[in-house]
Nanobody, 123 residues
Framework: QVQLVESGGGLVQAGGSLRLSCAASGRTFTAYYMAWFRQAPGKEREFVATISKGGGSRNYAESVKGRFTISRDNAKDTAYLQMNSLKPEDTAVYYC????????????????WGQGTQVTVSS
């Protein structure tokens, strides 16, 4: 199993930006597809973005396309989520996830999860 630790969450005004980081340890980072999911209070967890092992392929939820960018630095064993033009509806706990076999948009396909980081966007 790979261990994942998210950081970078916080409180930001609408229209602002945040960059989340997901530091991986315990296994070879390049063996994993990486993804970000989020869960707002009272709502189900939803897919945000995913990236291939080498970083050449990315997929985004429609709700964040054009505003969020997923990336990874394989030399630093870290994945990132750059979030721009934030909206109050982006408020959620953001989780990073890793899978050796898929870059699915379905959370159940990932078997490695971080503890989450809170993002709050005020209006």
């Amino acid at each position: 199993q790979v261990q994942l630790v998210e950081s970078g969450g916080g409180l930001v005004q609408a229209g602002g930006s945040l960059r989340l980081s997901c530091a991986a340890s315990g296994r070879t980072f390049t063996a994993y597809y990486m993804a970000w999911f989020r869960q707002a209070p009272g709502k189900e967890r939803e897919f945000v973005a995913t990236i291939s092992k080498g970083g050449g392929s990315r997929n985004y939820a429609e709700s964040v396309k054009g505003r969020f960018t997923i990336s990874r630095d394989n030399a630093k064993d870290t994945a990132y989520l750059q979030m721009n033009s934030l909206k109050p509806e982006d408020t959620a706990v953001y989780y990073c996830a890793a899978s050796r076999v898929t870059m699915s948009t379905t959370g159940g396909s990932y078997d490695n999860w971080g503890q989450g980081t809170q993002v709050t966007v005020s209006s």
